[in-house]
């Protein structure tokens, strides 16, 4: 009843927290750095696998060694054998490890002339590699269709005050004749109909063609028209001129008529003024006479 349990603790052991964890203090015993900054013949090698809580020691140092290899080298069985001495079966066996974790693929590929090749590729982090794979190939996905931006509208024209076929047709082939003056007001079906009632409310104001013209093509910037349509339209509106002056229409007097009367030498009905009594047949023959 008395004899202690030999195998039992002497104490309870308690859960050491926070920065009071003996690896998380500085002990004069454990491992210290003297390090010297690489500046050739060095590779980067990531915690994730010189840490690795599931690969071995062997593996860990096999991917270390992969990663520091040039592109093209030798990786096969044969040759890693060759180079360490752990021999083939531990080196077949690492490289299981590391392709399991992700750190290795092997791809059998056929060559240009026909032949059958292993291609050894490794990665250096795996896990952005699993990411890159597990996000949809943007190939594969279609996307939606990309809206084109709405064009801006024109700017609004003048109109004329009765708009008849004719002057919106005058206006229309004077529109389409400015690019044998200026081959940059090149105007589409669609400019053409929208800028056409403005040309017309300048005929209607008794502007000419050539005075519309010279003053829809003069000054053009020399740089160059990004939209023609907009510069015309612009000018339509601000250079408008007044409407044609009044002018009274001139009318005729009015014809006279003389009220009908009875020759006194023929008896034949005439139309005369008052102080007449006989036709112009009679008054010839009176003239003569006399």
């Not at 009071?20 to 690489?38: A, E, S």
């Not at 992969?66 to 592109?71: E, G």
């Not at 080298?73 to 590391?98: C, M, N, Q, Y």
């Not at 006279?256 to 102080?275: I, K, S, W, Y």
Request: with cysteine; net charge positive.
């Amino acid at each position: 009843m008395g004899t202690q349990n030999p195998s039992a603790p002497p104490r309870a052991h308690v859960r050491v927290a926070g920065n009071k964890h003996p690896n998380r203090t500085h002990r004069t015993g454990g491992l210290q750095h003297d390090n010297t900054r690489h500046t050739t013949r060095f590779v980067v090698i990531g915690n994730h696998l010189a840490q690795h809580p599931e690969l071995s020691l062997l593996a860990i140092g096999l991917g270390t060694h992969l990663q520091s290899l040039p592109k093209g080298a030798p990786a096969d069985i044969k040759t890693l054998a060759a180079r360490f001495p752990e021999g083939a079966t531990r080196i077949a066996a690492a490289l299981r490890e590391l392709e399991a974790h992700g750190y290795l693929r092997r791809e059998r590929v056929r060559t240009s002339s026909g032949r059958i090749v292993t291609r050894t590729i490794s990665c250096n982090q795996p896990a952005a590699v699993r990411q890159r794979t597990e996000q949809p190939c943007r190939e594969n996905t279609p996307s939606a269709p990309r809206k084109k931006p709405a064009r801006k509208a024109l700017p609004a024209v003048p109109r004329p005050a009765y708009s008849g076929p004719g002057l919106l047709q005058a206006a229309t082939d004077l529109l389409a004749d400015l690019r044998r003056h200026d081959s940059r007001l090149l105007l589409s079906a669609d400019d053409t109909a929208h800028l056409a009632p403005g040309v017309a409310a300048w005929l209607e104001r008794e502007v000419t063609p050539a005075a519309v013209r010279r003053a829809l093509t003069a000054d053009l910037p020399p740089e160059g028209l990004r939209r023609p349509a907009a510069l015309l339209a612009h000018r339509l509106a601000s250079q408008l001129p007044p409407p044609a002056p009044f002018r009274a229409r001139t009318t005729a007097p009015p014809s006279v008529r003389h009220p009908l009367r009875n020759c006194d030498g023929c008896d034949r009905a005439f139309r005369a003024p008052t102080p007449t009594t006989h036709c112009r047949d009679c008054r010839t023959d009176l003239q003569e006479a006399a």
